[in-house]
């Protein structure tokens, strides 16, 4: 609870929306946001997100432990419309709200550009370092081959989850 307010989200919130929980003292991903990755209402993988700085920020769902594979989902699809906002991570979801989803990582899959061309207003809002820019603009390039619009959205903010809140409604 304590890391997300550091963060600036209301824990509740995000909690009754996107179904998280807590893992405190554990053998296995001590430390850590349990995050389900829900397609139409049900569980179907997960990843988890650590709430301190060292190691890997993110550990996901083994193929074994996954109905469906998470590399090939959108986070958050589940609460998108007409248009999308696709950012890196889970946590870029929760701050930008319903409409945007994550690809778990700057690497997309084939199966995930496929999820995202669906969609006739595509905006990719990947950090704003240059690897992660570098593949946004692949991306963008690539999606173009599809119906619709995309931009490539570039924040001041190293990414939309410490993003100013007036910079996120504007998003």
């Known amino acids: 609870k304590k890391y997300l307010i550091k963060r600036g989200f209301d824990w509740r919130k995000i909690k009754r929306k996107w179904g998280i929980k807590g893992i405190g003292i554990a053998a296995r991903l001590p430390w850590r946001i349990f995050i389900p990755i ?19 920020r993110y550990l996901s769902a083994q193929e074994e432990e996954e109905a469906l594979p998470h590399k090939k989902l959108l986070y958050g699809e589940d609460f998108v419309r007409h248009s999308v906002v ?23 899959t084939t199966a995930q550009m496929r999820r ?17 820019q570098k593949t946004a603009i692949k991306l963008v390039m690539a999606l173009e081959a599809f119906p619709g619009e995309t931009w490539n959205l570039v924040l ?3 990414d939309p989850g410490s993003a100013d809140d007036r910079v996120i409604k504007k998003i």
Request: aromatic share 10%; charged share 25%.
């Open 156 to 158: 001041d903010d190293k």
């Open 116 to 132: 995202i061309a669906k969609y006739p207003m595509r905006t990719i809002c990947f950090d704003n370092e240059y690897q992660a």
């Open 38 to 56: 829900i397609l139409r209402g049900q569980v179907v993988s997960w990843t988890t997100r650590s709430i301190s700085e060292e190691g890997l």
């Open 86 to 108: 696709v950012c890196e991570g889970p946590l870029d979801v929760w701050k930008i709200g319903p409409g945007a989803v994550c690809t778990f990582g700057t690497s997309v």
